[in-house]
């Protein structure tokens, strides 16, 4: 059983597409036109439509956005978060090294399939790459 956390939505007419709900709603892993429906099947994969709305998903092109997206993100909190502890608290290079390695592949992991998710809605609000075009 499965618990919403927002009430079900109706379908985006083709005169309204919010970007900011689209974006979070991906992000969540969402359909990003009812809200309600998974995204993605896997870690990474995107389905071919939404199993709750019907909304296809073919026609992305997320390509290598969210991987370069979570890079920057990523890079930008480590270093100089990296440059503090050491400045502060002088830690051995090996304790160091350990925590931020563990951190910044945490994060990545963490960041890479909600970022894909929010760059697929980004597409889908702005139909970009079909998304726009009549079923």
């Known amino acids: 059983m499965q618990l919403m956390t927002e ?3 109706a379908p985006a007419s ?13 992000f969540r892993g969402k359909c990003p ?13 995107v389905r071919d439509h939404c199993p709750v709305c019907r909304e296809e998903f073919h026609h992305h092109r997320a390509d290598d956005g969210p991987a370069y997206l979570t890079i920057l993100i990523v ?12 400045f502060q608290w002088q ?3 090996l304790v160091l090294f350990t925590g931020f390695a563990i ?7 963490y960041l890479l399939p909600r970022l894909k998710g929010a760059l697929v809605g980004f597409q889908w609000a ?10």
Do not use: Q
Not at 18 to 23: D, F, I, M, P, Y
Not at 103 to 108: D, K
């Open 126 to 135: 702005r139909r970009m790459h079909g998304f726009g075009a009549r079923r």
């Open 103 to 109: 951190g910044t592949i945490a994060l990545s992991l």
């Open 7 to 9: 009430p079900p939505v």
């Open 75 to 86: 890079g930008h909190l480590m270093a100089p978060m990296l440059g503090f502890v050491f």
């Open 14 to 26: 083709d005169a309204e597409r919010e970007t900011w709900n689209a974006l979070w709603r991906g």
């Open 91 to 93: 830690p051995e290079p």
């Open 33 to 45: 036109n009812c809200g309600s429906g998974p995204m993605l099947k896997g870690y990474l994969k």
